[in-house]
């Protein structure tokens, strides 16, 4: 519930809205995605910074926040999961999103990015149109899954990487965007730390490739 200290349904909240400061993004009227929304931190913040439209998106089922799950601006969806499904085939009257936010655990941007590109408008030509701002966790990136394993910090699920570790592999991971059809205008580090190990994660704004910025 939201209190004094954190005006979201949870702290994911605070950390979106540190990106949508830094990257001066401003929702107000988007038709958006969240993917990964757990509680719904993500959901709430842009439904408090004026999103028209959530779509919010999870694998478990009665987690998304009671308030979240009666406002008519979101469009719930549970048991889903956002690496597999195909908005365009599976929402009746998709029309795309302007923004996709994601948090999907301990997948791999490699995975991730991809997944939430689907999300995105379509112009005449076919091609995508939008943005996207993901939370990046170097210590699940570092687990071997996608780039092969790492030195220099404990990674993986369950381990902590210090800063420098955790610095150079978002780095790499930054570097290889590109490759699946995005690259980075800006990074952030989150004003809190993952709730398990206190590792440090980041918040990174993505756009298209061949889009001008």
């Known amino acids: 519930m939201a209190d004094e200290t954190c005006p979201y349904v949870s702290r994911g909240g605070l950390k979106l809205a540190a990106a949508l400061d830094a990257f001066g993004i401003d929702p107000t009227g ?25 779509y919010a998106v999870d694998t478990a089922y009665g987690e998304l926040a009671w308030k979240l799950r009666q406002d008519e601006r979101v469009d719930v969806r549970e048991r889903t ?32 990015v ?10 005449a030509d076919a091609n ?10 170097p210590h699940y990136e570092a687990s071997g899954q996608a780039m092969g394993s790492r030195g220099g910090g404990r990674g993986g699920r369950g381990g902590v ?3 420098a570790a955790a610095e ?9 965007m590109p490759t699946m059809g995005v690259r980075s205008r800006g990074h952030v580090m989150s004003p809190i730390r993952g709730g398990k190990g206190g ?13 001008d910025s």
């Not at 195909?86 to 997948?107: H, K, S």
């Not at 150079?168 to 290889?176: C, F, K, N, W």
């Open 168 to 176: 150079r592999v978002l780095g790499e991971v930054l570097e290889a």
């Open 81 to 112: 999961n956002a690496l597999h499904f195909d908005p365009w085939a599976e929402v009746a009257g998709f029309q795309g999103c302007d923004l996709v936010v994601l948090d999907l655990g301990w997948t791999v941007q490699a995975r991730a």
């Open 161 to 163: 990487l210090d800063e």
């Open 114 to 123: 991809p997944a939430a590109m689907r999300w995105l408008r379509r112009e």
């Open 128 to 137: 995508a149109t939008g943005e996207i701002v993901s939370l990046i966790k």
């Open 30 to 54: 988007y038709v958006c995605a969240d993917l990964g929304c757990s509680t719904g931190g993500f959901t709430d913040c842009l439904l408090q910074r004026g999103a028209a439209r959530v």
């Open 199 to 211: 590792n440090i994660e980041y918040l990174a704004y993505l756009e298209l490739v061949g889009r």
